[in-house]
């Protein structure tokens, strides 16, 4: 019997070898990619949430906390003209803006609250096609503060 050289015999083992190596690869780097837009995404959302309640608290509440939630979705009091959504895909809908009244027993203690809630996540991988709809709202909660001196 004739044995054949151990290169000729092997020849294709290499490329899919190569070939699953590659498989695993590119899975654990968009996995990695994926993980990374989501933290990026909602650090973005708490900075956002932060400064349109650093922004809401140092002014008289409005009535309608439409100008905070413009801050959010815009990065201004005001809707633009011809706006169709907001800062990262945010419609309206997202933003949930309280507010607290002060009463008779608390007179200062007004307090504005500021959430997104249901924002969708979008994946890069194309093995992932569904949306993710993060549970747990981005919310912070800060007391008024306009009628500070100083302020």
């Not at 990262?88 to 002060?102: A, C, I, K």
């Not at 200062?108 to 549970?135: C, G, K």
């Amino acid at each position: 019997m004739t044995r054949r050289p151990r290169a000729r015999r092997e020849r294709g083992q290499t490329l899919v070898e190569g070939a699953m190596a590659l498989l695993v690869f590119f899975t654990l780097l968009f996995g990695v990619v994926d993980c990374g837009l989501m933290l990026v995404s909602h650090q973005s959302l708490v900075e956002r949430v932060r400064s349109a309640v650093r922004w809401g608290v140092v002014r008289p509440w409005d009535g309608t906390g439409e100008q905070v939630a413009n801050l959010i979705l815009y990065d201004q009091p005001t809707e633009p003209a011809g706006a169709t959504s907001g800062y990262l895909g945010l419609t309206r809908e997202n933003v949930q803006v309280t507010y607290q009244p002060s009463s008779a027993a608390r007179p200062d203690d007004e307090v504005l609250s500021v959430a997104i809630v249901n924002y969708h996540y979008r994946f890069l991988s194309p093995w992932i096609t569904q949306v993710f709809v993060n549970p747990r709202p981005v919310m912070i909660t800060s007391p008024m503060a306009y009628k500070t001196a100083g302020l």
